[in-house]
């Protein structure tokens, strides 16, 4: 089955997550079909802190692809937080 999870990088206590298509079998770091966006919880201000590509997610759900809950929560966040108006 695939799944849209998070493949983390970045250096020690520096984590940085990339959002990828994988089959479930393989290893959370390893190899992956295809990147759909990254997060990056320790982004410094002014940095983009998390972007997906919304059609690509769009096509790997379609295709029968399951989120992971911690990857549905981010999209959740960010989707709220992008379709709010400025103030």
Known sequence: MVVIRLARGGAKN???????ATDSRNARDGRFIERVGFYNPVAAEGEQKFRIASD???HWTSVGAQMS?????????HAVRDAAPAA
């Open 14 to 20: 520096r984590p940085f997550f990339n959002i990828v």
């Open 56 to 58: 690509r997610l769009t």
């Open 69 to 77: 809950p911690t990857v549905a929560r981010l999209v959740k966040q």
